[in-house]
């Protein structure tokens, strides 16, 4: 896979994520693809690791249903082959709460075929398990 073509990927996959459509961005992995979002798991964490299209689906539609993408640049781009690692800054609004957040992001990502085979994406772990535990109390207090 040539540099161009995973930087047309790379273009493709974050102009698809703004759109805020969970069908649509599932749509760019492969069928046995791997999605992780790095961290420490547990009980109101974000940190997970999904495999193949029915969790990434579902994870793609969580994850759109709580962040809506307001905007992003990228600030990074290193390809390797099929491979890119990308850093990158988002305006994106936590739905729960309608808080609006900018925050950096990194993903690296490997491509098969035209698709995502595996995506790593590292976040601010801290913001989003604040941001979650705010809309956790607030469900509570509405209950």
């Known amino acids: 896979m040539d540099r161009t073509t995973v930087q047309a990927l790379v273009d493709h996959i974050y102009s698809v994520r703004k759109m805020n ?16 979002l790095a961290g420490a798991a547990g009980p109101g964490r974000i940190a997970t690791r999904v495999d193949a299209a029915e969790g990434i689906r579902s994870l793609m539609k969580s994850l ?19 491979r890119a690692a990308v850093r990158y800054r988002t305006r994106q609004r936590f739905i729960p709460t309608n808080q609006i957040v900018e925050t950096d992001l990194f993903d690296l990502v490997t491509f098969r075929e035209g698709k995502v085979a595996h995506m790593i994406e590292f976040c601010d772990t801290a913001l989003a398990t604040d941001l979650i535990h705010v809309a956790m109390n607030l469900a509570a207090k509405s209950a």
């Open 21 to 36: 459509n969970a069908a649509l961005a599932a749509e760019l992995f492969a069928h046995d693809a791997v999605f992780e």
């Open 64 to 82: 759109v249903e709580a962040w809506e993408w307001i905007d992003h640049e990228i600030l990074d781009l290193v390809i390797d082959g099929n």
